[in-house]
Structure formats: structure tokens, C-alpha cells
Antibody, heavy 112, light 107 residues
Framework: EVQLVESGGGVVRPGGSLRLSCAASGFTFDDYGMSWVRQAPGKGLEWVSGINWNGSRTGYGDSVKGRFTISRDNARNSLYLQMNSLRAEDTAFYYC??????WGQGTLVTVS | DIQMTQSPSFVSASVGDSVTITCRASQDISWWLAWYQQKPGRAPKLLIYAATSLQSGVPSRFSGSGSGTDFTLTISSLQPEDFATYYCQQTSSFPNNFGRGTKLEMK
């Protein structure tokens, strides 16, 4: 069974930084591209960032480009999101998602 | 960037009805489209990938069609557990943008 467990969320001041982690299990991690998707309370889904199977290709949404960095460690079956220069509008639940299905339960980031 | 226009934003229907949701891409994405279902307080669930392929475990009353720029999700014979919010997402190129969502409410 695909399991994705996010961690690292919390409350941070504007301008601060956080690093989210996602621990993957139940599948061969380095067979899949991965992404981060966020959802502000009561709002729709927003794609934040994606990475291919070996980390050689990454992409970012316009609202986070230049501030967030996605990475992965296939040896540790882990996905990361380094978030810098955080703004109030970055407040959201952040989900780790596997290409072709499988989502974590999300971790809440509050910038205030 | 490829923009996804989803409609309608809201739809009201009854158990047993059939419902169709549409999604239009701002440029050709071939079959690179996914549909998700999300219930309040839960993570999204993949229903359809590659525009028409049903994810394992998803009931056959869900179906997807389309290619290029125009896509549809059809739910036939609505069940009580189908009332939720549905999103399309293009997976052709980064950024893999989502549509704004369609909330399916019980009439």
C-alpha cells in the first residue's frame, strides 16, 4: 500500500523558512515522479512543485518560483520542499503526492 | 504555462442522476489529464489518469473522455458517497496546473 507521510509544518513568521519532508513507503520510490500540492483553507488545489524520478528535472508554480526548492533522496525514500521567504499567502495544507496516485494526509504551514 | 478551465463550478444533482464535468486546457495536452475527487478534510483521490484510464479500485460509474484540449468526467448513477469536489489536472508539462474545481452537491 502506498504511504506518504509529510512532516515539518508549523507556524513561521513572514520572511522565515521551513523545510517539509515526505517519507514514502509501500512502493519503489525511485520509479516515480513526485510533487507538492497545497490547499489554503476553503480553497482549491494549487500545484506547487514537481520532480522527476532521479531529480534531474524540476518545476515550480509561478507563485513559489525562486523561493521554494524541491529535492529528493532516493536512498532514504524521501521528498523535500525547502521554503524560503515565506509569505502570509503561503499558509496552506501541503500535500506530498506521487505521480499516478497516492497522497499524504498533508501538513499545515501557517505564516503569521 | 498551461491553464485549465473547469466547469461548472457547482452542480446540484440527485442520487441516481448522471453528471458531466468539463475541463479545457489552454493548449494541446494530448491525453495528459487526471481527475481527482476530494471530500472535506481528506486528501484528494485519483479517479482517472491519462484522460480515460480508471484508477484501480474506482467504481466503473466514473468515466473520462477527451484528448487534446477538451475533456470530460462523467459520473453515471450518482451514489451518496459521490457528493464531493472534483478537480482536473494537466500532467503534460510543468507546472501541472489544476482546474478550479467543481463542487457536486446533493439536490
Amino acid at each position: 500500500e502506498v504511504q506518504l507521510v509529510e512532516s515539518g509544518g508549523g507556524v513561521v513568521r513572514p520572511g522565515g523558512s521551513l523545510r517539509l519532508s515526505c517519507a514514502a513507503s509501500g512502493f519503489t520510490f525511485d520509479d516515480y515522479g513526485m510533487s507538492w500540492v497545497r490547499q489554503a483553507p476553503g480553497k482549491g488545489l494549487e500545484w506547487v512543485s514537481g520532480i522527476n524520478w532521479n531529480g534531474s528535472r524540476t518545476g515550480y508554480g509561478d507563485s513559489v518560483k525562486g523561493r521554494f526548492t524541491i529535492s529528493r533522496d532516493n536512498a532514504r525514500n524521501s521528498l523535500y520542499l525547502q521554503m524560503n521567504s515565506l509569505r502570509a499567502e503561503d499558509t496552506a495544507f501541503y500535500y506530498c503526492a506521487r505521480v499516478m496516485g497516492g497522497w499524504g494526509q498533508g501538513t499545515l504551514v501557517t505564516v503569521s | 504555462d498551461i491553464q485549465m478551465t473547469q466547469s461548472p463550478s457547482f452542480v446540484s444533482a440527485s442520487v441516481g442522476d448522471s453528471v458531466t464535468i468539463t475541463c479545457r486546457a489552454s493548449q494541446d495536452i494530448s491525453w495528459w489529464l487526471a481527475w481527482y475527487q476530494q471530500k472535506p478534510g481528506r486528501a484528494p483521490k485519483l479517479l482517472i489518469y491519462a484522460a480515460t484510464s480508471l484508477q484501480s479500485g474506482v467504481p466503473s460509474r466514473f468515466s473520462g473522455s477527451g484528448s487534446g484540449t477538451d475533456f470530460t468526467l462523467t459520473i453515471s448513477s450518482l451514489q451518496p458517497e459521490d457528493f464531493a469536489t472534483y478537480y482536473c489536472q494537466q500532467t503534460s508539462s510543468f507546472p501541472n496546473n489544476f482546474g478550479r474545481g467543481t463542487k457536486l452537491e446533493m439536490k
